[in-house]
């Protein structure tokens, strides 16, 4: 089944102790990025990749680390959290030619105290 | 910046009505435009896509789009309960772009 899988599902943790939050895509896509979602804010880009070893800046990258050593995933990394970054996290990837659909991971929602 | 506006709504419609759903953007070059649907605590799922002027119809599902009025639209048809979601108006900005720009979305109602 073609599927973006996303770990873990809900993690609280407190102010400034690292974290990992995993993205792993089955579909071979080139294409993966990741989405903060905050009420009233909507769907927010954090960073993205359009191949392995290739990532850049969406609209709020500040705080957050990315890789793409492989084609299939692309963890998204909180290196010291802080309450600000409290929200619903969406790991996402696409083929290559942009016109087609986005596949969403379940979304992790992440609290920091 | 390149800005995507929906109505947060809430938009409530009786069942069995038809829900239009609105969307404007700012970049005249965008070129591909989507609708997501959004069931609380769950991620987006594709349900449209539109590229060219004009009305696509998928089963109860009209987009339409106009781009010289630079304006983006979901016609529900027959509206279910389970309807009720929150759609998200997305655009990519330019041929051969991977990015997309998400609306806030508006929150549909569908009242048996």
């Known amino acids: 089944e073609a599927q973006v899988t996303q770990n873990p599902r809900y993690l609280i943790t407190v102010t400034g102790k690292k974290l990992t939050v995993t993205c792993s895509q089955n579909m071979n896509h080139e294409y993966m990025s990741w989405y903060r979602q905050d009420p009233g804010l909507g769907l927010r880009q954090i960073y993205y990749?359009?191949?392995?070893?290739?990532?850049d800046k969406g609209d709020v990258p500040e705080g957050y680390k990315v890789s793409r050593k492989e084609k299939r995933n692309f963890p998204l990394i909180l290196e010291s959290p802080s309450p600000n970054q409290t929200s619903l996290y969406f790991c996402?990837?696409?083929?290559?030619?942009?016109?087609?659909?986005?596949?969403f991971g379940s979304g992790t929602q992440l609290s920091v105290l | 910046q390149k800005e995507v506006e929906q109505n947060s709504g809430p938009l409530s419609v009786p069942e069995g009505a038809i829900a239009s759903l609105n969307c404007t953007y700012s970049d005249r070059g965008s070129q591909s435009f989507f609708w997501y649907r959004q069931y609380s605590g769950k991620s987006p799922e594709l349900i449209m896509f539109?590229?060219?002027?004009g009305d696509k119809e998928d089963g109860r599902f009209t987009a339409q789009l106009n781009k010289a009025s630079q304006y983006v639209s979901l016609l529900i048809r027959d509206s279910q309960p389970s309807d009720s979601a929150t759609y998200l108006c997305?655009?990519?900005?330019?041929?051969?772009?991977?990015?997309?720009?998400f609306g806030k979305g508006t929150k549909l109602s569908v009242i048996p």
């Open positions: 990749s359009m191949n392995v070893e290739v990532t």
């Open positions: 539109i590229y060219s002027n």
């Open positions: 997305a655009v990519n900005a330019e041929a051969g772009s991977y990015q997309l720009t």
């Open positions: 996402a990837s696409s083929s290559r030619t942009g016109r087609e659909k986005l596949f």
